[in-house]
Nanobody, 126 residues
């Protein structure tokens, strides 16, 4: 069973917006740091944004600052990524992930995340 399920991807024109959702499945991640990553064809998986389990502290890749917003609804165990001013270079498969170490600050490193979703495709046309 996939522990995290992403949704909300799709095709959007440059300058448009999308909101991605990531829902826990089969277990709770309400106290875990959560991250969003993306992977474009032929490239490594890259950090986009992360949010702490408690306090809601957020962190962003430089490419996401000012355009993307990560948030979470702990009661629903859902994490969101609001993306605005999308560019063609934002085209990728977007993954959400949960850190199994609840004591760790939100991380930008793929290796720090233990649980992953299957990904959702975001395509931005020029």
């Amino acid at each position: 069973q996939v522990p995290l399920v992403e949704s909300g991807g799709g095709l959007v024109q440059s300058g448009g917006s999308l909101r991605l959702s990531c829902a826990a499945s089969g277990r709770t991640f309400s106290s875990s740091s959560m991250g969003w990553f993306r992977q474009a064809p032929g490239k490594e998986r890259a950090f986009v944004a992360a949010i702490s389990g408690i306090g809601g502290n957020t962190y962003y890749a430089d490419s996401a600052k000012g355009r993307f917003t990560i948030s979470r609804d702990s009661a629903k165990d859902v994490v969101y990524l609001q993306m605005t001013s999308l560019k063609p270079e934002d085209t990728a498969v977007y993954f959400c992930a949960a850190d199994g170490d609840s004591s760790r600050y939100p991380s930008r490193y793929v290796s720090h995340y233990d649980y992953w979703g299957q990904g959702t495709q975001v395509t931005v046309s020029s």
